[in-house]
């Protein structure tokens, strides 16, 4: 919803225009569902307004790259890079670098996000390609799916296209979906994410915890892997209640034989506390942030000099 409160001294058709800027930005938010027109409201319809005008150049002259952030294994000996996560960032000629967050629910509500993922799908499958054969390791890659894509009817034939022409195998090119597209198109869903589980592709369930999914509704659920979000990692430090929650969660997520990455892991406590919970596999600012293919190759190195060892 979106409200503009009335003022006499506006046409009532400009005070109609306001409040249907509001609503279109509540219609852009997953938790905000209503938004009562203000200055930034209006500054971010502005802003909005050029990012959706600049996409198609930006797509054309290659403005979008994409950043690869380590994920480690912290049970073996010294931390083992295992894979990684694909992350989006638009380098604008004019506005400098502009985080995901501020453009990937504007192409959501304009239906444009499609492009945008297609684009980083096929970029991440090329680096994986490419580091195979230039070090000849495969390091598996993950991806994000946007909750709009688990309605594009092409998705798999896009996908198995991508997969087909670098010769890489489905469970090479991972998928992130978040946990909230699950819980509110949960048919949709599942039958999406059912068929592509069928053909070999991993799904692993992003910002587990914030999506209002309960734990026991996990055994309904098609997932190959949670991602921990980061608010139950923040605290653990010094909280024992946060402890414990981290604990339930990957207590039920061993019984049901489903990994865990922790997402947001800073500091070093925080990973020895997730080691001595059982968690394997972490992702987060204390190993690396998102790197540029050229600086994540470094680490590739490193891994490939450990094992030569
Ligand atoms: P996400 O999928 O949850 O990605 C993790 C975000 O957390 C990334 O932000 C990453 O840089 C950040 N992060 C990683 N480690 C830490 C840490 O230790 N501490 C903190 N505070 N943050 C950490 P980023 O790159 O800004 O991406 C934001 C969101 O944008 C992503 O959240 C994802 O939902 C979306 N996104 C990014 N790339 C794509 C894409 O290609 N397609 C789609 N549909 N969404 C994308
Ligand atoms: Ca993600
Ligand atoms: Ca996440």
Redesign the pocket.
């Known amino acids: 919803m979106g409200v503009m409160p009335a003022e006499e001294n506006l046409e009532p058709l400009q005070q109609f225009d306001m409040a249907r800027a509001a609503c279109s930005m509540a219609r852009g938010h997953y938790k905000e569902h209503l938004i009562v027109f203000n200055d930034s409201v209006r500054e971010k319809e502005i802003l909005e307004q050029r990012l959706q005008n600049d996409l198609r150049r930006a797509l054309d002259s290659f403005e979008f790259e994409?950043?690869y952030?380590p994920k480690y294994d912290i049970q073996s000996d010294t931390p083992r890079l295992m894979s990684a996560?694909?992350?989006?960032?638009w380098q604008h000629p004019e506005l400098g670098l502009i985080?995901?967050?501020s453009f990937?629910p504007v192409f959501?509500k304009n239906g444009k996000?499609g492009e945008?993922?297609k684009y980083?799908?096929a970029e991440a499958a090329k680096q994986i390609a490419k580091w195979r054969a230039e070090y000849g390791v495969t390091l598996p890659v993950s991806?994000?799916?946007?909750r709009?894509?688990v309605f594009d009817p092409a998705l798999e034939e896009t996908l198995d296209g991508i997969v087909r022409q670098n010769g890489l195998e489905q469970e090479v090119l991972k998928l992130?979906v978040?946990e909230s597209a699950y819980t509110e198109n949960a048919d949709q869903v599942i039958r999406v994410v059912e068929r592509l589980r069928r053909k070999g592709y991993v799904l692993e369930m992003?910002?587990f915890g914030t999506g209002y999914s309960s734990l026991n509704m996990l055994s309904a659920m098609p997932v190959d892997v949670l991602?921990m979000?980061?608010m139950f990692?923040r605290n653990i430090e010094h909280s024992e209640k946060d402890i414990q929650l981290v604990a339930l969660i990957l207590g039920i997520a061993k019984s049901m034989n489903i990994p865990v990455i922790a997402?947001?892991?800073?500091t070093e406590e925080q990973i020895r506390l997730l080691k001595d919970l059982g968690c394997q596999i972490v992702?987060?600012?204390?190993f690396s942030?998102?790197l540029h293919p050229k600086e994540f190759e470094i680490r590739i190195l490193q891994r490939v000099a450990e094992e030569k060892r």
Do not use: C, F, H
């Open positions: 994409v950043y952030q996560e694909a992350l989006i960032r985080s995901p967050d990937i959501e996000i945008v993922d980083v799908w991806v994000n799916l946007s709009v894509d992130e978040t992003d910002d991602k979000d980061r990692i997402e947001g892991v800073e992702q987060g600012y204390y942030k998102p």
